[in-house]
Nanobody, 121 residues
Framework: QVQIVESGGGSVHPGGSLRLSCTAS????????WAWYRQAQGKSREVVAV???????NYIDAVRGRFTISRDSTKDTVYLQMNNLRPDDTAVYYC???????????????WGKGTQVTVSS
């Protein structure tokens, strides 16, 4: 049984930092590309960052230079380091194992409950 658990969210002021963690069990961790998504209230879920199994990373323009996705295969954990946070980063953040092809990330149906990130002054 696949289990995805996100953690590390919280409330910070603009300019602050958070590191999100995503642990996974029940699947071959290293065999997937991994993505972080976010869903703001009233909006659709969007992919934020992708880490390919090759080690390459991709980011949406809104977070490039501020967020960093990484992976620790020894712990079956994916991280999202978020720096210089802004109010429009407020959302529930999810991670997902999937596959990336020609710039498009194809998610699987393995979703956790997400972790809330709130950025406000």
């Amino acid at each position: 049984q696949v289990q995805i658990v996100e953690s590390g969210g919280g409330s910070v002021h603009p300019g602050g930092s958070l590191r999100l963690s995503c642990t996974a069990s029940g699947l071959p961790f290293s065999g997937y590309d991994w993505a972080w998504y976010r869903q703001a209230q009233g909006k659709s879920r969007e992919v934020v960052a992708v880490r390919l199994s090759s080690g390459s990373t991709n980011y949406i323009d809104a977070v490039r230079g501020r967020f960093t996705i990484s992976r620790d295969s020894t712990k079956d954990t994916v991280y999202l380091q978020m720096n210089n946070l802004r109010p429009d980063d407020t959302a529930v953040y999810y991670c997902n194992p999937g596959a990336s092809h020609r710039g498009t990330f194809y998610n699987t149906d393995n979703w956790g409950k997400g972790t809330q990130v709130t950025v406000s002054s």
